[in-house]
């Protein structure tokens, strides 16, 4: 009895804090579902007493965030896609190829995260609009096409490639770019699936630059479009917890398929600091 | 082509995206800075004056200024000690070799951290609603009277707060559960053997070796809370009496509301320039503490 009592405290505390943790991302798909009104009555309903689908309905044809939600996955496509390019390529060179001054450049990067974002934010603005990139998914997309976070995990993770094998490549007569496409790469891919989920879900979840840089409402991601809906929609609880769910669930989903990949990044990524 | 220029081709593309959009953009935030750069500049340069350290004695001189400085101050100090606790909390208790299911509730416990701030700042601000609002109906059960968390100022911030710690705590509680691991178990077991309890176990063997890990998760959590912009933005609108009105929800409003794009700048670089020197001092603190 008195040694079950501890394992009891400990395994029913953790129970507690997932159902504090969870409890409001399944009372949001709950109350998604409830008619219009349902949920501002007291006290809160749990579950729906007639299941309609009336505020994705809505959502969709009213508020248009078919559109919204397109927009916002062709942004995290695009940006995944070609970051990983630019930061794979980057975070190689600095770990494995020789030349004079890598070290103070890679010091000045990593100097940058230092820099909160928005110090460089109102110029980037305008750098964007002489661009004419201000409204057009290039807006949000080229800023973000590398990353010093994305350098420095693949910086960290190429470093355990052992020189030999490379040395033995080049012996052979293969060029760098062989040697990165089919010797590199290969053994860099558990680092590829994490940056990858990592800058998908960044990219996904970002609202301050994109709030900034899509003022028309054509072009807007899911969270800055939400963000404007709950702003005119205070009242319409069934509503905003729909917009809520189709935000939310690539990413949830995308996360419990792969994290074990995210939270080894996040490892990785904090242990220098 | 050799290795040398084989490591410029590989590097350029990125350097080129972070100097051009990274780089330039801070310097340039500087310079623009100290300057009147406003709606008509934005029509047309010629309208762009060099007012020196204007901006920044109007921004101080503000009164909105410190207020909101004020707000983000409360909610760091109070937001980054709470968010921790929650996090070592459950860290230890993830830790723990009785805890059972520890995958399932790590996934668990880790979920609001991926989760978009906008979306879960909605569901939180029906969470707080004063009539309908769970939070309020577990207090009514509790029999405490209804609380109007998003419309009294005394507890827009609280309620913001405690947002923040359920959306964030899994972060930290991931990197101290690492730390937790890495700290050998015949040291707890030596210190067992020697008499001491759970409690002293954990704070003359576990908190000490901890302390690496808790000062870097004490100046991730400060420069990112420092950074408070979403919620506001999403739960109050800086409301009520802007009382949730935060630094940079300020230099939002200054810049893309009334287009003071110089005088926005300014306020970024104060609280840039804050969070370098509330980082360095957390730094001290830290090192100091190491050798006492």
């Avoid at chain 2, 101050?73 to 996090?87: C, D, E, K, T």
Wanted: charged fraction near 15%; aromatic fraction near 12%.
């Amino acid at each position: 009895m008195s040694r079950r009592w501890p394992a009891f405290a400990i395994n029913g505390a953790l129970a507690g804090l997932a159902v504090v943790a969870l409890f409001p991302l399944l009372w949001m798909l709950s109350v998604s579902f409830m008619q219009h009104g349902e949920a501002s009555t007291y006290p809160p309903p749990l579950l729906p007493s007639r299941p309609t689908l009336a505020n994705y309905r809505e959502l969709f044809e009213r508020a248009g965030m078919g559109r919204h939600l397109l927009n916002s996955a062709i942004v995290a496509t695009l940006t995944t896609l070609v970051s990983l390019a630019f930061n794979l390529a980057a975070g190689y060179a600095f770990a494995k190829l020789r030349y004079a001054g890598r070290e103070r450049v890679f010091q000045a990067l990593l100097g940058a995260l230092l820099i909160p974002a928005q110090v460089g934010m109102i110029p980037l603005f305008l750098i964007m609009k002489w661009l004419g990139l201000v409204n057009s998914y290039g807006g949000v997309v080229v800023p973000a096409l590398a990353s010093v976070f994305g350098i420095y995990l693949v910086r960290q993770y190429a470093r355990s490639i052992p020189d030999d094998l490379l040395e033995a490549a080049r012996i052979d007569g293969a060029g760098e770019l062989r040697i990165f496409a089919s010797i590199v790469l290969p053994l860099l891919k558990p680092i590829v699936v994490t940056l990858a989920i990592f800058t998908f879900l960044a990219s996904w979840n970002d609202f301050m630059w994109p709030l900034i840089v899509l003022g028309d409402q054509a072009w807007q991601t899911a969270p800055v479009a939400l963000a404007a809906l709950s702003r005119e929609h205070v009242q319409d609880n069934e509503l905003m917890m729909a917009g809520s769910v189709v935000t939310l669930v690539p990413v949830l989903a995308l996360f419990f398929v792969l994290q074990r990949h995210y939270i080894e990044g996040l490892l990785l990524g904090s242990v220098k600091g | 082509m050799n290795e040398r220029r084989a490591a410029w081709l590989f590097t350029l593309p990125a350097l080129v995206v972070i100097g051009l959009f990274f780089f330039v953009p801070v310097l340039a935030a500087f310079v623009l800075s100290l300057t009147d750069f406003d709606l008509y500049a934005l029509a047309d340069l010629g309208n762009l004056r060099f007012v020196g350290l204007g901006n920044y004695i109007d921004v101080l001189r503000a009164p909105l200024f410190w207020k909101s400085l004020g707000n983000t101050l409360y909610f760091v100090g109070v937001g980054v000690p709470l968010s921790i606790a929650a996090s070592l909390g459950a860290a230890l208790l993830l830790d723990s070799r009785l805890a059972r299911w520890k995958g399932v509730f790590r996934t668990a416990l880790f979920a609001p951290v991926v989760t978009t701030v906008v979306a879960v700042a909605v569901i939180w601000r029906y969470l707080l609603h004063t009539r309908y609002g769970l939070i309020n109906y577990l207090l009514a059960k509790a029999g405490i009277a209804p609380i109007d968390w998003l419309g009294d100022p005394h507890w827009s911030m609280p309620a913001i707060i405690l947002f923040a710690v359920w959306k964030n705590f899994g972060y930290n509680m991931v990197i101290l559960l690492a730390a937790l691991q890495a700290v050998p178990a015949e040291l707890r077991e030596a210190a067992r053997i020697d008499g001491a309890n759970a409690l002293q176990q954990f704070r003359h063997v576990t908190l000490p070796l901890l302390r690496p890990a808790l000062l870097l998760v004490a100046i991730i959590t400060v420069a990112g809370y420092f950074q408070l912009f979403a919620e506001p933005y999403v739960m109050t609108r800086g409301d009520p009496l802007q009382s949730t009105v935060s630094v940079l929800y300020y230099m939002y409003e200054e810049g893309f509301e009334w287009w003071s794009l110089g005088r926005a700048t300014a306020i970024a670089f104060l609280l840039f320039a804050l969070i370098l020197v509330v980082t360095r001092v957390l730094v001290r603190i830290g090192k100091r503490g190491g050798y006492a």
